[in-house]
């Protein structure tokens, strides 16, 4: 072994089992050459390796202890002699059994002897060689430990900038730090020194050397840094080296978690060191060096990656990540090792002080003009994260009043503010009540100085010094924004106020009203901020002036058309802003008239072109006018105050030249309405119409391509809502991403804006109505595109998180999801696609689709209160419905398809319910559902499922109903078995309005089409029975039953049959359907449940002793309905009364005919009791009578009736005769129709009456039969017998013979009547006048005598025998005998013709015969002011239309009767008697406001009767 021989380094390989680490000495060196990291050692010879030398001396010698002795003390010197410390450090063990190690030439027994043995090897050469040197060995041992350190970071070949360590840097780090370890254990190492050293060459360190001395307990990082004199350069260092981890973290590489493991303990040293409340004092420098070294650091990260931001950095670049990497450390699981809280507070408070610090150059000029463009979508994504990260350890109290301190002492970057107000808003819903303005009395107002430098002031707002609490909440910022605002007159709180509020309102619906809303909340009362004082109104109308010139045209609008409530007395103060405001508007080549009727103000960008808001104008005036046929206001008021838009832009947009439909559609009826009502100009509606007459010949393929050009430009917002979309999913899926859900959903909400074309915040609906039609939903396709894909991704975002965790667990993403839907302009098409989905395509929804459409109706009903109402077009009535009850419509349940798809949306939509909301909250899951599902949903159980007809099983609680619904492949009838069996549920049941009813059940099955429904005709009449008899029949009325009342059950089914049949409901099946009742169709078998449980009734038990029966209970349902009908003589009125009347008489005809006339008293002999039939004859169907007669139906049915009742009288004759003559007084009408339909009911009667007696028909029959004989006798050529009975009867029978004989002429006739009586000639005379009445109201057949022409003969008649027949125009109900028969003959409406029939005849008045009457002139004037009236009220020209099918001209217009009936009257008066004049004060009341010409003349003539002299003629000579 020579002297200079110097053993070659050893190669890095390491077998399996070299786990230990040893020292190798590899060469020997000159104690002065020991502080050296390494010495040149020539360039020649070969240098052999220590185990090469000993290679030769393997075989070992047999040595006495002595021996032994002296070779390892030889070893010893030969070591020291020849030891190179730098490298001594450094060695690494190569693989076992392949090197000799000198551990094996060195007896050292004991596990570990040999990292003992080489530590002590090691510290006893470092004292030799400090010994020689004469310095201190933890000195010299700190510099041979930092010099290895340095060499083992400079070893690695990859150039610099780095921070990681290689692997082989590591292992060499390793024995290193090992060795350290050691020399501390023993007291010789230095930190001080060691530190000293390291920053000598600190650019050589690298950052994984560092972090390792701090891991390894041999240096912490507070100790390094502390060390360092230069606290800038620290500062600086620092700083670069966590930007470059930042950048080699993000990198894809092995040792990722090395790096973030590194950087997590960087930043806790420096958060625990720079915001630790107490410091501590155990450092060797001032704490406050420490701590102001740790936030320069974090500071200048802070500000390098704003920086980045500001410049654009693009996404995946290096700066990108670097940035997101050290946004990430704000992560609230990073400091769970920090035992106190407070320091990562004040350090996200500092931090978020920074962010709104960071280099204020805008002015608050230039926020008002850009800040549209810092909403939360637009905001980089990575500056909207950390913001939320910030906020998740600090309340939204700390959060405002931070920011307010914030804005009240330093000057501002208001683009950071604004963004993170946003963020606020968006992502912490407790703040979301940050802009709502409550309005107190406020205090007057002192004099403050106005905004008179609003484009120089600085981004600083030093004088908003709210001192009203320590924090205030987020609800009330800006009222006490405002509020300061107007008591001091302070401009900056205001700035501020009006940039919080517009920045919010840029968030849309899910956050906030419009700024519109918010404007009139504030300002828009007499309560306003403004409203005490003068002072406050020139402070307010002072700041929005200095505001105009850097206004967006969308805020000087909602300032205009939404001003401030001003005093009149301070007007001009609003007339001079508004001025102002429309000369910036005429600047910016906006106008105010030009626009659009339905534009939305709330929005905050740019104006829409007027071409483009008319087209949507024009849309929604056509669908108003759909719904309402009239008119859309908005259309009127344009055509008066906003002609210049309406002329200009309105009216070619409706105008547009089309090919024009053979019937027309809403459009031309909405351009004839327009027209008819002088809106459209002729020469431009003439122009129209030329233009569509000429539109056709176009060739239809230049019309579809212009149509295909518009959605092209549209595809890139769709891809775009299409990503935000699916990454939606990502964090619905991902629990620990859910405090990203609504920053994705301002981003959605972002998307969908630009996609539909919507404004900025689209929120506000303004009470204006959602129109839909349920038939034919119409839906424009681009719109449909959107709202399927947003429909689709709700349903596949719930499966996906149903599938990870239940609805209770999700978070509040649905909600949210919801909320943004419910726009504006964007809500009609979603329920018109929903129409579509439901009510129209039902049966081909998936189970997933089904699922998740029930979740989204229970998520409208929970925003029931912001949404407005639907207003359904036909089939079902125009009436407001609240969302939630929209799905009972589009749900039926008629068909088996349509059952199937209620009873899985009902289970989806419950289920849901019940499980997304805790019983806390068990009051809003049933304000999310509608009734009507909910009783549905029992409907279908009870109906389907016979296991559910017993009394309920309870199911475990802990079993959830939602579960079944996630399978795969869903089995409905088990979700909704598991369902109805749910504790929960028959809770939600005992609620008040939500159990199933017997009436909802009817109503219900009602609905149900026999031929396509689920049940089989047995089936469907055992549940019937089960459900009637069993359930609702012996269930308390409390609950829906019937008390077991089978008379209450009876009366239920009637008026909800009633009621269905006059719903449209009942008008949307098919016509196939069994129950056809008055035009109506439904299911049969409920009527065949009523005429089971009447005749249950009839057979029933007589009522207990001899008290008067109470009526019929059909009877009274018949009043009690008629008597909610409103009276009227308008068209509307009769007809809807018209319709219930032939509903009440189509029941009567499928019920057995004894409903109409009751069994005889129990105390008389024989005398049925037909007092309600009656009533209702005369009080109802009597007015819907033709021609004095009821239709044949109802007539044979009461006579049915009354003979089944005679029979079981002791006395059948006597008992019809009592009845029949009953009629005579109380209704005759029975009798008169009976003579109508004569010929067709006296063969039913013959053989009725031989069932129950032997003996002939009885009295009053034969009378009926021989006054029918006697009118045929009298057309007949023989002499006819006398009357055989009441004069009138026999001119009933006489007055249908004539009319059904048509003969041209009937004086013949009446001629035969000489001899009978002038009593028959006056009633003729009364059924002949209802005849021409009834011909104006019915158009008559041709051929025929006219009506008119028999009056005019019986009238010669009766006036050749001089027979007055004036009386006929005098009936009163109060007249005995006479008038109150003949009045229960006619209909009302009949009677209030009669002076239109008095003066029809007034060509055939005998007027000489006429003047003598003492009646004539009250009657006849009495007929002329009746008839003025009915032509005043428009029943005359009713009347006339009717009869002459539109065409007045045909005989006569109702001008020219009143004309010729006036010239009659005028006429008249002068030349009738005295006595005529008795009652003419009378008259001269009644003519006051009719005809002044009339009453001049019966004043003047009642003064020529009172004083006769002053009207003779003077004696001149």
């Known amino acids: 072994m020579g002297a200079r021989a110097c053993p070659r380094p050893m190669g890095r390989k390491r077998g399996p089992e070299s786990e230990r680490r040893r020292p190798w000495l590899v060469r020997d060196m000159s104690a002065s050459q020991a502080l050296g990291a390494a010495s040149d050692l020539g360039q020649g010879g070969c240098r052999r390796a220590w185990v090469e030398l000993l290679a030769g001396r393997v075989k070992r010698q047999k040595l006495g202890p002595e021996g032994e002795q002296k070779v390892r003390e030889s070893a010893v010197r030969l070591l020291r002699s020849h030891l190179n410390l730098g490298d001594l450090v450094l060695e690494v063990e190569g693989p076992p059994g392949k090197q000799l190690c000198l551990s094996r030439l060195i007896d050292y027994d004991g596990p570990g002897a040999h990292i003992d043995l080489s530590s002590s090897l090691i510290g006893s050469a470092l004292r030799d060689q400090a010994a020689q040197l004469g310095v201190p060995a933890a000195v010299l041992c700190s510099q041979v430990v930092a010099s290895g350190l340095v060499r083992v970071c400079e070893a690695d070949a990859v150039p610099p900038p780095k921070v990681l360590l290689t692997p082989d840097q590591r292992k060499k780090l390793s024995s290193l730090f090992e060795i350290a370890q050691n020399l501390l254990a023993q007291s010789m190492f230095s ?80 958060v625990s060191r720079g915001f630790q409340k107490n410091a501590d004092v155990r450092g060797t420098v001032d704490p406050e060096w420490m701590s102001q070294v740790a936030v320069a650091v974090l500071e200048r990260m802070l500000a390098s990656a704003l920086e980045a931001l500001a410049a654009g950095i693009q996404e995946g670049s290096a700066a990108h990540k670097a940035v997101s990497c050290w946004f990430g450390v704000f992560s609230g699981h990073m400091y769970g090792s920090i035992i106190s809280t407070e320091s990562p507070k004040r350090f996200f ?267 949507q104008d024009v849309e929604k005036a056509i669908m108003v006018f759909e719904h309402t046929g009239k008119i859309p206001a908005a259309v009127l008021e344009a055509s008066i105050f906003r002609r210049s838009y309406y002329l200009s832009h309105f009216l070619p947009a409706l105008l547009t030249p089309r090919v024009l439909p053979r019937v027309p559609d809403s459009r031309a009826a909405l351009i004839e309405s327009l027209r008819r009502a002088d809106k459209i100009p002729p020469s431009l509606y003439s122009t129209y119409r030329q233009a569509c007459s000429t539109v056709g010949e176009k060739k239809p393929e230049d019309a579809a391509s212009q149509r295909e050009v518009e959605p092209s430009c549209k595809e890139e917002p769709l891809g775009l809502l299409t990503t935000a979309l699916r990454e939606l999913r990502a964090s619905v899926t991902d629990p620990t991403q859910r405090d990203a859900l609504l920053a994705q959903m301002a981003v959605i909400s972002e998307q969908l804006r630009s996609a539909l074309g919507l404004g900025e915040d689209d929120s506000d609906f303004e009470g204006a109505p959602v129109q839909l039609s349920v038939r034919a939903p119409k839906l424009q396709p681009w719109e449909q595109r959107v709202v399927d894909l947003l429909l689709t991704s709700f349903c596949q975002n719930l499966m996906a998180a149903s599938s990870v965790a239940p609805p209770d667990r999700q978070g509040p993403w649905a909600a949210h999801f919801v909320r943004t839907l419910c726009r504006r302009r964007l809500l009609p098409a979603l329920l018109s696609r929903l129409c579509q989905l439901l009510h129209h395509q039902g049966p081909s929804l998936s189970a997933s689709h089904v699922v998740g459409l029930a979740a989204l109706a229970v998520h409208l009903g929970e925003s029931r209160s912001a949404l407005p109402e639907v207003h359904v077009g036909p089939p079902t009535p125009a009436r407001g419905l609240p969302v939630p009850e929209l799905f009972d419509i589009l749900l039926p349940c008629r068909t088996q398809e349509s059952s199937a798809l209620c009873l899985k949306f009902c289970t989806a939509a ?26 549905k949903f029992q409907f279908m159980v009870f109906r389907w499922f016979s296991e559910a007809r017993d009394p309920p099983s309870w199911e475990d609680p802990a079993s959830s109903p939602w579960r079944p619904l996630c399978l795969p492949s869903v089995d409905w009838q088990r979700a909704a078995l598991c369902l109805w069996k749910q504790r929960t549920l028959r809770e939600l049941l005992k609620q008040e309005g939500l159990h199933l009813t017997y009436r909802d059940w009817l109503q219900l099955e009602l609905e149900i089409q026999p031929e396509v429904d689920s049940l089989s005709d047995t089936e469907r009449q055992d549940f019937h029975q089960w459900a009637i008899h069993q359930h609702f029949l012996p269930a308390p009325s409390a609950t829906g039953g019937c008390d077991g009342d089978l008379e209450v059950a009876c009366a239920t089914l009637v008026d909800v049959l009633m009621d269905f049949c006059q719903s449209s409901r009942s008008y949307d099946h098919s016509e196939n359907s069994d129950l056809v009742l008055g035009g109506c169709t439904g299911n049969r078998d409920i009527f065949s449940r009523l005429q089971e449980m009447a005749a249950d009734l009839e057979q029933g038990p007589a009522p207990l002793g001899h008290a008067a029966p109470r009526g019929h209970f059909l009877f009274g349902v018949f009043c009690r309905r008629l008597q909610a009908l409103a009276r009227g003589w308008d068209v509307a009125s009769r007809l809807q009364r018209q319709q219930e009347l032939l509903m009440c008489k189509r029941i009567l005809l499928g019920l057995p005919p004894s409903v109409l006339v009751g069994s005889p008293r129990l105390e008389q002999l024989a005398a049925p009791d037909c007092d309600d039939f009656f009533h209702l004859v005369n009080s109802e169907l009597r007015n819907f009578s033709h021609d004095g007669a009821l ?60 069932r129950c007696s032997q003996s002939p028909l009885p009295a009053e029959l034969r009378r009926l039969q021989e006054a029918r004989h006697f009118a045929r006798s009298v057309l007949s050529p023989l002499a006819a017998p006398p009357t055989p009975g009441p004069a009138w009867l026999c001119a009933a029978a006489l007055h249908f013979v004539i009319r059904r004989a048509g003969k041209e002429s009937i004086r013949w006739e009446l001629g035969q009547l000489d001899g009978q009586g002038e009593e028959l000639l006056v009633f003729l005379f009364f059924f002949s006048l209802m005849g021409l009445l009834s011909s104006h109201l019915t158009p008559q057949a041709a051929g025929s005598l006219k009506p008119l022409d028999v009056c005019a003969e019986v009238l010669g008649c009766l006036q050749r025998k001089r027979v007055s027949w004036l009386p006929l125009f005098q009936l009163t109900e109060t007249d005995a005998g006479l008038g109150r028969t003949l009045l229960r003959l006619a209909p009302d409406h009949q009677v209030r013709l009669l002076p239109l029939a008095f003066y029809s005849l007034l060509s055939y008045f005998d007027e000489d015969a006429l003047l003598q009457e003492d009646a004539f002139l009250h009657v006849a004037v009495n007929m002329y002011l009746k008839l003025v009236g009915l032509f005043v009220a428009g029943e005359t020209g009713a009347v006339w239309t009717l009869a002459h099918g539109g065409d007045l001209q045909a005989q006569g217009d109702p001008v020219s009767l009143i004309t010729n009936a006036r010239l009659f009257l005028l006429q008249s008066i002068p030349r009738c008697p005295k006595r005529s004049f008795s009652d003419v004060a009378e008259l001269l009341g009644a003519s006051a406001d009719c005809d002044p010409e009339v009453r001049a003349a019966l004043l003047s003539r009642q003064q020529a009767v009172l004083d006769p002299d002053l009207y003779q003629a003077p004696r001149l000579f």
């Open 349 to 615: 408070c500092h931090t978020l002080t920074q962010i709104l610090t960071h280099k204020p150059v805008l002015k608050v000029s230039d926020a008002v003009q850009m800040q549209r463009e810092w909403s939360f979508a637009r905001t980089p994504p990575l500056l909207s994260g950390l913001y939320r990260r910030l906020f998740v350890i600090l309340s939204p109290e700390e959060l405002v009043g931070h920011l307010q301190e914030v804005l009240e002492t330093q000057e501002v970057n208001w683009q950071h503010v604004l963004s993170c107000v946003s963020t606020l808003v968006i992502c912490l819903p407790d703040a979301q009540q940050l802009v709502n303005v409550r309005i107190e009395a406020l205090p007057a107002y002192p004099a403050g100085a106005l905004w008179t430098a609003l484009c120089c002031r600085p981004a600083r707002v030093p004088a908003a010094r709210l001192r009203v609490g320590r924090h205030p909440g987020p609800e009330d910022w800006v009222s006490r924004l405002l509020t300061h605002a107007f008591e001091s007159c302070d401009l900056d709180s205001m700035v501020l106020a009006f940039l919080v509020a517009r920045q919010a309102a840029l968030e849309g619906p899910a956050a906030f009203p419009s700024y519109a809303a918010w404007f009139q909340a504030a300002f828009g009362s007499a309560r306003g901020f403004h409203g005490s004082s003068k002072k406050a109104l020139v402070f307010l109308f002072k700041f929005l002036s200095d505001l105009v010139p850097f206004e967006a045209p969308r805020y000087l609008q909602v300032h205009i058309l939404h001003p401030p409530l001003v005093p009149s007395k301070y007007r001009t103060l609003l007339t001079d802003y508004v001025a102002l405001a429309r000369t910036r508007l005429a600047d910016l080549k906006v106008s105010v008239e030009n626009m659009g009727l339905y534009e939305d103000l709330s929005s905050a960008g740019d104006v829409t072109e007027p071409r483009c808001q008319a087209a």
């Open 1191 to 1250: 239709t044949h139906d109802i007539t044979a049915h009461f006579f049915r009736g009354l003979l089944n009742a005679c029979s079981r009288s002791r006395d059948p004759s006597l008992a019809a005769d009592l009845t029949l003559t009953a009629c005579q007084t109380q209704c005759p009408l029975l009798l008169t129709s009976a003579l109508l339909w004569w010929p067709h009911l006296e063969p039913e009667l013959h053989r009725r009456w031989r």
């Open 191 to 270: 930190r001080l020194s060691f530190c000293q050293e390291l920053w000598k060459v600190q650019n050589s360190l690298l950052l994984e050397a560092v972090w390792r001395l701090h891991v390894q307990s041999i240096v912490s990082l507070q100790e390094l840094l502390e060390s360092h004199a230069d606290s800038q350069a620290v500062v600086a260092w620092l700083s670069r080296d966590l930007r470059l981890l930042c950048e080699q973290t993000e990198a894809p590489c092995k040792h990722a978690d090395v790096a973030r493991a590194m950087l997590a303990d960087f930043v806790q040293m420096l």
């Open 910 to 935: 419950i289920s849901y319910s019940l499980c997304k909301f805790s019983p806390q909250s068990r009051d809003i899951s049933y304000s999310c559902l509608s009734p009507g599902l909910i009783k």
